[in-house]
């Protein structure tokens, strides 16, 4: 099966016409994107938009073999006109649930959890696709459900809607060596550089408007990095940043390093602030004791943050008393952050940490300050060294530092 990507953007487009926001300023050249429709082998379309003819032309295709129309979400705005010999655009799947088209592909209609209707496509070559409307996710599915059939390619509203494709992997509708592709892109993020890099992270990309698109050939699937370090300073953004990272994973574990801060209640509501943040499906536990946790399989967990971790050791170790830092103290913390750097290079699962980026700052006035800005500063390097990815947050910006989207 092929996918000639007419447009890639949201229903107004991107830029939007009417917006003077910075990112629909900077969307230029491959970076504007008409509204998503998609030609699949010349003769089914999936979307009917403004152009849709003049695009697919300059593509290099026609419209003229087009048998079928099928619409995923309701069109805004003036009705779309229908090019001259194209037959008429309907919602759902005819004779449904699901059926064989005059195209030769089999449509299931996917229902939503938002208005729309998402079309599962299966080509006469067996390869399947799965195309969702902008804004939804797929309703309905539960894991066990038996609908575990794995899509060759998906194409959703992935920056606006990072959950599907979580409750697509939860299921294994969506594995490893499924093309996933973001459409209905909208002003949220900045093109180029930011959007691959936040697609990267979702093991997902975005393709320019013309793109044709093989189904079942999935080597420009970026890898998704097992193991990621995010620094930042105190308000920097890194644990939003942290967070986006797992959006589109299922079953994350929330690892709070603070939880033996009793009677912290900044602490506390620090915690509760990330949990009204954070998907439904995300589990928290509260512990310091990372090293088993790195050393399971499962989901992927999410630690925030080392600092904290930190605080506990030197705690553990008596490392704010000069006698006992001399006496063992010293050596004990060293000997855990080598034994917490090992775990993380032998982990298996995927594994996003957060620390403090310190020390660039006033020097500390307290000999025990210095201590631990010093011990900090050796913790991120050693475990940054055992990473595939590094980012820097800075005013809630990404600075990648090490990985596959460093530069770029
Ligand atoms: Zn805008």
Redesign the pocket.
């Known amino acids: 099966m092929e996918v000639t990507l007419l447009g890639t953007g949201a229903p107004a487009g991107l ?2 016409p009417d ?7 900077t969307s230029l050249g491959a970076d504007a994107r008409a509204a998503t429709a998609l030609l699949v082998d010349g003769a089914l379309l999936l979307d009917l938009t403004p152009g849709a003819a003049f695009a697919a032309a300059r593509a290099g295709h026609s419209l003229g073999g087009v048998r079928q129309v099928l619409l995923t979400h309701p069109h805004d705005g003036p009705p779309v006109e229908v090019p001259a010999g194209l037959p008429q655009p309907g919602r759902g799947v005819p004779d449904g649930p699901e059926s064989t088209l005059l195209t030769g592909h089999r449509v299931r209609a996917v229902a939503m959890d938002s208005p729309g209707t998402g079309y599962a496509v299966t080509g006469p070559d067996g390869q399947r696709l799965l195309y969702l409307p902008p804004g939804g996710a797929p309703a309905g599915l539960e894991e066990g459900s038996g609908s575990a059939e794995r899509y060759d390619m998906v194409l959703a509203d992935l920056v606006g809607r990072p959950d599907a494709l979580a409750k697509l992997r939860a299921v294994g509708a969506v594995g490893p060596t499924t093309d996933v592709v973001a459409v209905h892109l909208d ?1 949220d993020v900045p093109p180029g550089a930011e959007l691959r890099r936040r697609l990267a992270a979702a093991g997902a990309r975005a393709v320019p408007d013309g793109s044709t698109l093989v189904v079942g050939v999935y080597e420009d699937v970026p890898d998704v990095s097992r193991r990621t370090l995010v620094l930042g300073g105190a308000r920097s953004g890194k644990s939003v940043e942290a967070e986006r990272r797992l959006e589109s994973f299922p079953d994350v574990l929330y690892v709070a390093t603070g939880g033996t801060r009793g009677g912290d209640t900044e602490w506390a509501s620090r915690v509760s602030a990330h949990r009204d943040r954070r998907p439904g499906s995300w589990r928290t536990v509260e512990t310091c004791d990372l090293v088993p946790l790195l050393a399971q399989d499962g989901a992927p967990l999410l630690i925030d943050c080392l600092s904290l971790w930190l605080t506990d050791v030197m705690d553990a170790v008596g490392a704010w008393d000069d006698a006992q830092w001399a006496d063992g103290g010293e050596r004990a913390l060293r000997a855990r952050v080598v034994e917490l750097a090992e775990a993380v290079r032998s982990a298996r699962r995927t594994v996003v940490l957060v620390s403090n980026e310190v020390g660039s700052g006033i020097v500390p006035a307290t000999a025990s300050g210095r201590r631990y800005r010093d011990e900090l500063g050796r913790l991120n390097a050693a475990v940054a060294a055992e990473c595939e990815e590094v980012v820097l947050v800075v005013a809630g910006q990404a600075l990648v530092l090490r990985g596959p989207t460093a530069g770029v």
Do not use: D, G, Q, Y
């Open positions: 830029p939007r917006c003077s926001c910075a990112v629909c300023a002003h």
